[in-house]
C-alpha cells in the first residue's frame, strides 16, 4: 500500500493495482503492480506503476483518474528503476538474455536529466557482484547507487556518472548489509535500515533522530518506523516479535502516542512468544546466527524441551525478527522453534553468503546440525524430541538432515521441497529454461554436467532408504519452481523402502500458499503429524489455526 495522495492509496492486490479512497472504495485500476510514489515529501497523487511486466512496460500514473504517461527505457527485463525527485525515471539496471547471446548480461543505464538519450555505464555477468542504481541527485553526472564491490556488505555509494565510476562511501555497515533507506522531504536519504538479526534504523537528520529515540522510548523492545511531516504529525508503525504491527500517531507537541489501528487485531501479544537473538560456532569456526522461540513451559522450566528445526527457503534468502504465523503457532502447542541462519543466507554479507554456494548437502546441512547439537548440549532442547521443518530449500534441508544425520530427528516435514538436484536441473521448471537463471543455479549450487558427482550423493530421492523417522510430504499441485513430481517420487521411494510417509497436496496452489483454506489445512496436517510423532505432554490451550492466520 502507498500513500498516492492524503486521501487516496495505491494499492497492490497480486493480481493487479488499484487506486482507492480512504473508505477502501475503488477509484481506477491502475495496471500489473505499484512500484512507488512520485517524488518526495509531500503527496504528488502520482505513482510509477507497472503496465505489462512480460514486455517490460512503465508508466506514471494519476492515482485518482489512472491517467498515466509511459516510461521509456533501453529494451531488456528491468531489475531495478531508479527516479529522481520530480519522478523522471533517470537509472535502469537491465538483464539481456537475448536468443543469440552466449550468456545473459546485466547492465546500468543513465540518463541526464536535461536528455532524451540513455548511456551504458556498466555490464556485467548475471553471475557477478554488480551495483545497482538506488535514485539520482539534484547534482548533474551523478547517481546514488547499492553497491558492495570493494567491501562484504552492500552499501550506499556515490557514483560519478562522466568517469564511470564509485566514487564515496555514504552509508554501510561493517557487517550488515543496508536493507533500505527512505527519505521524508528530500531527495537523498534521510535514514538507512541494516539487516542484522535484528532491524536497526539510524537517521541522518537530527530532528528525526530525537523524534526516533522518544518513540523508542515509548515503545521499547520494538521496531518503530516512523512517516509524515515532523512539523505536523507523525505516524509511527510499531512491530515486534510478539506484535504484528501496531499503528500510532505521535503527537509532537505532547511527545505522547495514541493508538490508530492493529494488524491482525485478533493476536494477542500478551500470548505470544518472545524470539531470541542467539549464535553459535559451526565446526569450521563459521559464526551462525539464529533466532530461538521458547513456549512458555521451557521458559518456566529447566528441563529441555521438544525442538521444532524451522529452515528457511531460497537458500539465498533468510528470516527476519518479528511475529511468525508459524514459529507462534508452534510455540504456542509447546514446541522450541529453532531457526539457524545457516551459511548462503543473505543479509550478513558477500563472504557468508559465498560461503554457501556448492554447500548443498554438506556445510550448509553442518550449520544446521551444529546448532541442533549445540542447543542439545547446552540442555535447551531434548535429544529424543527433534522434528527438521523447512519448505522450498528448507524442505530439501529436512529431508536431506533425515538422511545426513538420522539419529538427531525423530520426524521430518517437507513442504515444495526438492528432492533429486540433478532433476531440479535437467527436468521443467519456471526457471530451468531462463538463461540467466541456469547462470546462477551453475555458480550457486554446481554444475549439472557432474550430477552424477555433485548432486546424486546429496539428494534425499537417492538416498530415501536410509531416513528411519516418519516424513510428512506437502506440495503444491500446480508448483511450477520445484514440481509435484519431485515430492511424488519421495513418496514412492519411501513406500517401496517401507518408510512411515504422510502425503498432502493442494489443490489450485503452486510454490507457495495462497488462499487462507490452504494455509489452515497445512498447520491442521502438520499439527496432526506432530501430534502423533513428536507429542507434547501438557500443550497448552490455543486458538484454532485460522485464528492466527487472520
Known sequence: MIWADNDVLAVNLGYDAESMDLDGKKLRTLGEKVVRRVGFGAASGEVIVVKDARNNKIARCKARTAECTPLWHPPGEPLRYAFDKQGNLRAVTLLNSGLFKDASTVSNWYRPADKPTWTKLAEFGVDED?????????????????????????????????????????AG???????????????????????????????????WAAMQEQVDVLLPGRVNVMSGDPRRGVLVLSYGDVDPGTWYYFDIAKKSLVMVGKTRSSVDPAKMRPMEVMSYKAADGLT??????????????ASPAPMIVLIHGGPIARDHWGWDAEVQLLANRGYLVFQPQFRGSSGFGRRFEEA??????????????????????????????ICIVGGSYGGYAALWGLVKTPELYRCGISFAGVTDIGDFFSNWNDIRFNKASR???????????????????????????????????????????????????????????GKTVSWVVFNEEGH??????????????????????LPVAAPAAAPPAATVLE
Open 356 to 385: 554457501g554456494y556448492g554447500e548443498w548437502g554438506k556445510a550448509m546441512q553442518d550449520d544446521i546440525t551444529d546448532g541442533v547439537r549445540h542447543l542439545v548440549a547446552q540442555g535447551i532442547a531434548d535429544p529424543q524430541r
Open 439 to 497: 547462470q546462477r543455479m551453475k555458480r550457486h549450487i554446481g554444475d549439472s554436467s557432474m550430477s552424477a558427482t555433485l548432486f546424486d550423493p546429496v539428494s534425499p530421492l537417492k538416498h530415501a532408504a536410509r531416513i528411519k523417522a516418519p516424513v510428512l510430504l506437502m506440495h503444491g499441485r500446480e508448483d511450477e519452481r520445484v514440481p509435484i513430481a519431485h515430492g511424488r517420487r519421495m513418496r514412492n521411494a519411501l513406500e517401496a523402502n
Open 512 to 533: 507457495g500458499l495462497h488462499y487462507q483454506r490452504s494455509q489452515v489445512a497445512y498447520f491442521e496436517a502438520m499439527l496432526d503429524f506432530l501430534g502423533k510423532h
Open 288 to 301: 551462525i546466527p539464529a533466532y530461538l522461540t521458547r513456549p512458555a513451559a521451557a521458559a518456566a522450566s
Open 173 to 207: 555497515h561493517p557487517t550488515q548489509d543496508i536493507l533500505s533507506y527512505d527519505g521524508i522531504e528530500q531527495p537523498a536519504f534521510d535514514y538507512v535500515a541494516t539487516a542484522g538479526m535484528r532491524r536497526e534504523q539510524v537517521w541522518f537528520d537530527p530532528a
Open 130 to 170: 554488480y551495483w545497482v542504481p538506488a535514485y539520482a541527485p539534484d547534482e548533474p553526472d551523478t547517481l546514488v547507487i547499492s553497491s558492495r564491490q570493494g567491501r562484504d556488505t552492500r552499501a550506499l555509494f556515490g557514483y560519478d556518472t562522466v568517469e564511470r565510476r564509485q566514487t564515496e562511501l555514504l
